[in-house]
């Protein structure tokens, strides 16, 4: 079955502490992107990776980072959580990043909350 | 600035009942429109996709039309039900020119359905 893993999908942590959350798709897509999704707010792309060892900065980058070591692995990675990072993550991928057809795959979801 | 607007924020309907969904959009150059359907906890799916250049496209009992023109779009639900009930967002995609996926996105409406 075609799907986006993210993991965990649930995370409690205090302001400071690293933290990874992994996201992984099985579809060999070469774009993969990260996105925020808060309260009165529209999904905003936080990075995304166009193939491995290709990544760049999307709409909110700030206390962010990531890696694309393999095609399937997209990593999110928080060196020092603050809770205004407090949010639902989504993980997704397609086939190619700026076709017009491509349908974006979305992962369930990982709700974060820093203390 | 790229924006969508939908409308209306929430929506209550009955069992059974058709409704549309309203997406006003300003994205330069646009590409593509995309509605997603996000049920309480889970990721976006994608409903449909049009380019510039279509007018209607159609998913079951899920229609969305598009006018380039006007900078508008809609989605009509035929026939609603229960499993219908969810946020129902509209994305504008644009040829951003970089690797970002160029994807604005609404903040979506609050579909409730009620037996």
């Known amino acids: 079955e075609a799907q986006v893993t993210q993991n965990p999908r649930y995370l409690i942590t205090v302001t400071g502490k690293k933290l990874t959350v992994t996201c992984s798709q099985n579809?060999?897509?070469?774009?993969m992107s990260w996105y925020r999704q808060d309260p009165g707010l529209g999904l905003r792309q936080i990075y995304y990776s166009m193939n491995v060892e290709v990544t760049d900065k999307g709409d909110v980058p700030e206390g962010y980072k990531v890696s694309r070591k393999e095609k399937r692995n997209f990593p999110l990675i928080l060196e020092s959580p603050s809770p205004n990072q407090t949010s639902l993550y989504f993980c997704?991928?397609?086939?190619?990043?700026?076709?017009?057809?491509?349908?974006?795959?979305f992962g369930a979801g990982t709700r974060l909350s820093v203390l | 600035k790229n924006q969508v607007e939908q409308s209306p924020q929430s929506l209550i309907i009955l069992e059974g009942k058709n409704c549309t969904l309203q997406c006003n959009y300003t994205v330069s150059p646009f590409s593509n429109l995309r509605w997603y359907k996000q049920d309480t906890g889970r990721g976006p799916v994608s409903l449909t996709i049009?380019?510039?250049?279509?007018n209607t496209k159609s998913n079951g009992r899920y229609t969305a039309t598009l006018d380039a023109d006007t900078k508008q779009s809609s989605l009509h639900i035929t026939a609603s039900q229960l499993s219908d009930s969810a946020s129902y967002i509209c994305?504008?995609?644009?040829?951003?020119?970089?690797?970002?996926?160029?994807?604005?996105f609404g903040k979506g409406t609050h579909l409730i359905i009620q037996p």
């Open positions: 994305v504008a995609g644009g040829n951003s020119g970089g690797g970002a996926d160029g994807l604005t």
């Open positions: 579809m060999n897509h070469e774009y």
């Open positions: 997704a991928s397609s086939l190619l990043g700026q076709g017009a057809k491509n349908i974006q795959y």
């Open positions: 049009m380019t510039f250049s279509e």
